[in-house]
């Protein structure tokens, strides 16, 4: 079955920089998009970015452009999210989280990873 | 595109039927997801399209709307339902989530 898994929890100072990977396994890596959403404490998700694992492409929502990168192994079959300049605001879950196939056509996030905590504290 | 949900909370009971509704900013065509939350645990997805069920969750999940009215709708509370519930559009970058309804046991 599908299986993403996370790196560990992390606790970085502000000014610091902090990359969450995401291993897949359980299907073809290169077939769908991985996207990035993050929940912050009392928040509710907040989607981030997407890369395409075949070409590398990505798009990321524009408040965080110049402050992530995204990459992936396809020889691993693992994607990282890369965020720099890390503020408190920053303290949050970061999840990847693979694009379908559902029964029929349409967009969802059909698997997830269990979640890496990025806390941000002096 | 801003991802209105409401009520913010609700309390039912096992067996209730609930409607749980999400308002989009702009007409977004069917372009709606539905997310079941628990503490500790990924979102899951319930609903995608605006109406289709995704494999493996109970019928008692349906979803309806079109352009700015979405609903979540579950026909009889099982005790697992309850969590917080979030609407997601995925018509424009970047995609919104609701603020989410949180559904308590009462």
């Known amino acids: 079955q599908v299986q993403l898994v996370q790196s560990a929890a992390e606790l970085k100072k502000p000014g610091a920089s902090v990359i969450v990977s995401c291993k897949a396994a359980?299907?073809?890596?290169?077939?769908?998009?991985i996207h990035w959403v993050r929940q912050a404490p009392g928040q509710g998700p907040e989607w981030m970015a997407w890369?395409?694992?075949?070409?590398?492409?990505?798009n990321l929502a524009q408040k965080y452009r110049g402050r992530v990168t995204l990459s992936r192994d396809t020889s691993t079959s693992t994607a990282s999210l890369g965020l720099y300049s890390l503020t408190s605001d920053d303290t949050a879950v970061y999840y990847c989280a693979k694009e379908g196939p559902g029964p029929v056509a349409g967009f969802l996030f059909a698997d997830w990873g269990q979640g890496t905590l990025v806390t941000v504290s002096s | 595109i801003q991802m209105t949900q409401s009520p913010s909370s609700l309390s039912a009971s096992v067996g209730d039927g609930v409607i749980l509704t999400c308002r989009a900013s702009q007409d977004i065509r069917n372009a709606v997801g539905w997310y079941q939350k628990k503490p500790g645990k990924a979102p899951k997805v319930l609903i995608y399209a605006a109406s289709h069920l995704q494999s493996g969750v109970p019928s008692r999940f349906s979803g309806s709307g079109y352009d700015r009215d979405f609903t979540l709708t579950i026909s009889s509370l099982q005790p697992e339902d309850f969590g917080t519930y979030y609407c997601l559009q995925d018509h424009s970058y970047p995609y919104t989530f609701g603020q989410g309804t949180e559904l308590e046991m009462k």
């Open positions: 890369i395409n694992p075949k070409t590398g492409a990505s």
């Open positions: 359980g299907y073809s890596f290169t077939d769908y998009y």
